[in-house]
């Protein structure tokens, strides 16, 4: 049973707009949420986080808004640059629980020049 | 500045064969968690831990066995590898769960033939 799903595989945008990436998460104890963005060949690297007391967190071009009630997170990028494509990761985790952190099958990005 | 680091990089095995991968961190990470990325999908966390001398199950643990002796080293067994096995694998390290991000190795790249 998938706990966090990023359920589009794919998504291509044109350079300098905005990218947006969803992820929906089933766990109810989820309190911490994080994306990763991951290069071929490459381990993946954190991006930015958001904490379930907040709804929004901002990075320079990156954003993720938070929406508990619907249980869905998603990351904004703007504006969307060559080199953000990627394999973008949800994870999300409990602190309450000290628990591990669950990622999704990820979303690939592909930027359109 | 290391990270976290993962050896080997590639490795081809036969079936019934076992091997063990090797993650080491020099972040001081409490946290420590191992994930194997198949084609298409998320990553699925096999076994983590929380500290040196405690380890846990994750998603996928059968088929797997690890050890975590000292706070830097958090190996991965294999003692009978089967073709569903193969896999790209990554260890990761963080300084407790979610909160904060987890730094991840390069990956192993693991054929099992």
């Known amino acids: 049973d998938q706990q966090v799903k990023q359920n589009s595989p794919s998504l291509s945008v044109q350079e300098g707009r905005i990218s947006i990436l969803n992820c929906d998460y089933t766990?109810?104890?989820?309190?911490?949420f994080l994306w990763y963005k991951k290069y071929p060949a490459e381990g993946p690297t954190f991006l930015i986080s958001?904490?379930?007391?907040?709804d929004k967190n901002e990075d320079g071009r990156f954003t993720v808004f938070l929406n508990k009630s619907a249980k869905h997170l998603s990351l904004h990028i703007v504006p969307s640059q060559p080199g953000d494509s990627a394999v973008y990761f949800c994870?999300?985790?409990?602190?309450?629980?000290?628990?591990?952190?669950?990622f999704g099958k990820g979303t690939r990005l592909h930027i359109l020049p | 500045n290391a990270g976290v680091t993962q050896t080997p990089k590639f490795r081809i095995l036969k079936i019934g064969q076992s091997m063990t991968l090797q993650c080491t961190q020099d972040?001081?990470?409490?946290?420590m968690y191992w994930y194997r990325q198949d084609p298409g999908m998320g990553l699925k966390l096999i076994y983590y831990?929380?500290?040196?001398?405690?380890?846990d199950k994750g998603e996928v643990p059968n088929g797997y066995n690890v050890s975590r002796s000292t706070t830097e080293d958090f190996p991965l067994r294999l003692e009978l590898a089967a073709p569903s096995q193969t896999s790209v694998y990554f260890c990761?390290?963080?300084?407790?769960?979610?909160?904060?991000?987890?730094?991840f190795g390069q990956g192993t790249r693991l054929t099992v033939v």
């Open positions: 990761a390290s963080s300084t407790r769960a979610g909160n904060t991000e987890a730094f």
């Open positions: 766990n109810s104890m989820f309190d911490y």
């Open positions: 958001i904490s379930s007391i907040k």
């Open positions: 994870a999300a985790s409990a602190l309450k629980k000290d628990d591990k952190i669950i």
């Open positions: 972040m001081n990470h409490n946290y």
């Open positions: 831990s929380v500290g040196a001398g405690i380890t």
